[in-house]
């Protein structure tokens, strides 16, 4: 049975501020009648922190996005060749947002979502 999968290669496991964000987005398809409808990715920057006021024990938590955008990876109703793909994404991380951050009372994350709509099932 022919299946089209695909991977994300990131450059960097974190962003800077005022830098650029790198990926690449590796197809490998072996159906080759494959129409690719939509391929997209969607960049994310999102803050998320909590707390806990230790008079109240009342939980506090809240959320922001710093960045949210959308690439289009190729035409649409493209037909795809038998093989191995590679699709770069490069976007500016505004100076203005934070760089990522991890601790155990909130985050800063920069993530990538890839949505692929074909002509087959077959999509992993």
Request: hydrophobic share 35%; aromatic share 8%.
């Amino acid at each position: 049975m022919p299946t089209t999968q695909i991977n994300i290669v990131l450059a960097e496991s974190r962003c800077m501020a005022g830098e650029f964000f790198n990926a690449k987005v590796l197809l490998d398809s072996s159906d080759p009648d494959t129409v690719v409808h939509a391929f997209t990715a969607e960049i994310k920057g999102i803050g998320r922190t909590g707390w806990v006021n230790i008079h109240t024990d009342k939980i506090f938590e809240t959320e922001k996005t710093y960045i949210d955008t959308q690439v289009q990876l190729c035409d649409p109703d493209t037909c795809l060749p038998v093989g191995k793909h590679q699709f770069p994404v490069q976007i500016r991380i505004p100076p203005n947002c934070p760089s990522s951050y991890e601790s155990q009372f909130g985050s800063i994350r920069y993530q990538m979502k890839v949505d692929l709509v074909a002509n087959t099932e077959q999509v992993s």
